[in-house]
């Protein structure tokens, strides 16, 4: 952003004046009416970003991050995410499967050991379960309860979702970690 001597906002991208304000996390972006551009603090307008790719995925913004973060991670593939609902007692979950190339499953003892560093962490123990589904290997990331589905409560569902955005973070801290090569 420039600002003029009138004290108006100007695009860096197209010079238009025609500026919204938007807050994030208490951060300020600013966005062109005219061109798209959005600016301001660098992690708010990665979250925008995010929000309008889950939008085009079809995805909750809340656990986006996570897939992003695991899509990363060579021959994964995401297939479904949700971010859960607390008031009807539905757990988040992630399922992916992985390519079948030379090593692709290495990237999964790694995400495994990325989860059991993060458990220190998250208000919930994830689990990572695999299945075999529609002819391919398919793995589900999800939060392990100790009672069955029904008998959660909202605020169980509500921790879980917490989980998604510091399990994000942690996996990609961990991708640029010497281990994880």
């Given at each position: 952003?420039?600002?003029?001597?009138?004290?108006?906002?100007?695009?860096s991208?197209c010079g238009?004046?025609?500026?919204?304000?938007?807050?994030?996390?208490?951060?300020?972006?600013?966005?062109?009416?005219?061109?798209?551009?959005?600016?301001?603090?660098?992690?708010?307008?990665?979250?925008?970003?995010?929000?309008?790719?889950?939008?085009?995925?079809?995805?909750?913004?809340?656990?986006?991050?996570?897939?992003?973060?695991?899509?990363?991670?060579?021959?994964?593939?995401?297939?479904?995410?949700?971010?859960?609902?607390s008031?009807?007692?539905?757990p988040?979950?992630?399922?992916?499967?992985?390519?079948?190339?030379?090593?692709?499953l290495?990237?999964?003892?790694?995400?495994?050991?990325?989860?059991?560093?993060?458990?220190?962490?998250?208000?919930?123990?994830w689990?990572?379960?695999?299945?075999?589904?529609?002819?391919?290997?398919?793995?589900?990331?999800?939060?392990?309860?100790?009672?069955?589905?029904?008998?959660?409560?909202?605020?169980?569902?509500?921790?879980?979702?917490?989980?998604?955005?510091?399990?994000a973070?942690?996996?990609?801290?961990?991708?640029?970690?010497?281990?994880?090569?």
């Open positions: 952003m420039r600002k003029e001597s009138t004290a108006t906002l100007e695009c991208e238009n004046d025609s500026m919204t304000v938007r807050k994030v996390r208490g951060a300020r972006v600013f966005e062109c009416q005219f061109c798209g551009a959005l600016e301001g603090d660098v992690a708010a307008v990665r979250e925008v970003h995010q929000e309008r790719d889950a939008a085009r995925r079809g995805m909750d913004p809340l656990v986006y991050p996570l897939v992003e973060a695991l899509e990363r991670m060579p021959h994964l593939r995401v297939r479904e995410a949700s971010a859960g609902a008031e009807e007692c539905i988040p979950y992630v399922q992916f499967h992985v390519e079948e190339r030379n090593g692709a290495r990237h999964i003892e790694r995400l495994l050991q990325s989860l059991e560093m993060s458990h220190r962490r998250t208000r919930r123990i689990a990572l379960e695999a299945h075999y589904t529609h002819s391919e290997l398919r793995f589900a990331l999800r939060p392990r309860f100790m009672k069955p589905v029904g008998d959660l409560d909202p605020d169980e569902i509500r921790d879980a979702q917490l989980d998604l955005r510091l399990l973070e942690r996996l990609e801290r961990d991708m640029g970690l010497s281990w994880w090569a």
